[in-house]
């Protein structure tokens, strides 16, 4: 529908260059707005619907987890440390020199790689949430860091609503927070427009100039299309 409308208004759009005559101009302008609101509703349609499937594999995940289904449960790693993982999981267990662990013993507690703590535990989709989870498996952290980390985890087990919007945000940022991460660095950096007032006064005067020679076509003034 939103192609038709778009099509429909670029045909009409050329039929007023044409012949100048203001009714098939009206009718663009009408199709265009159609276009607008067709492809706005299709959007939050798309939107409303991702969110429901995100949300299902969520949960779907969950009853996964609680069947301890390791073929149908994802494993998900950064994407820089899927080598990382998979010599830990056989055993070379090092992080920084805080933690040695022997083979056998990595073998027998089954903390990272497929069936193991990890795939367990996998729940973060953004890159950063996997790595943080993937540090903090085999590394010991102090008392009081575990003590507040098992009050957070109190404090979250009963908002199941709030987990799951959580988890969802997460989902549909996902493989783009890197690219998210640079916008904020760039966001971040000094000004680059205000030092480059020309920029801004065009911006400023085109708009006017714009409405101005179309005003003068429909009225006559002007006979070709400057605008």
Known sequence: VSLVLAAAAVILFALWLWRAELAPLLAAGLLGLAFVASFVRHGRVDRELRRYAELYAINDEGLLRLRRDWERLPLRLPPA?????????????ERSGALSIERATAADLDLL??????????????????????????????????????????????????RDQLALRGRLMGPAQPDYERFLRWAERAPWLPRHAWLLWAARLLPLATLGLAAAQLTGLVAAPLW
């Not at 497929?114 to 102090?142: E, F, K, N, Y």
Request: proline content about 11%.
């Open 81 to 93: 440390s899927q080598a990382t993982s998979q010599r830990w999981s056989a055993g070379a267990l």
């Open 113 to 162: 790689g497929r069936a193991s703590l990890q795939h367990l535990l996998g729940t973060p989709a953004t890159p950063v949430g996997q790595a943080v989870l993937l540090d903090w498996i085999p590394a010991p952290a102090p008392p009081q860091e575990v003590r507040a980390r098992q009050a957070a985890v109190a404090e979250l087990a009963p908002l199941i609503d709030f």
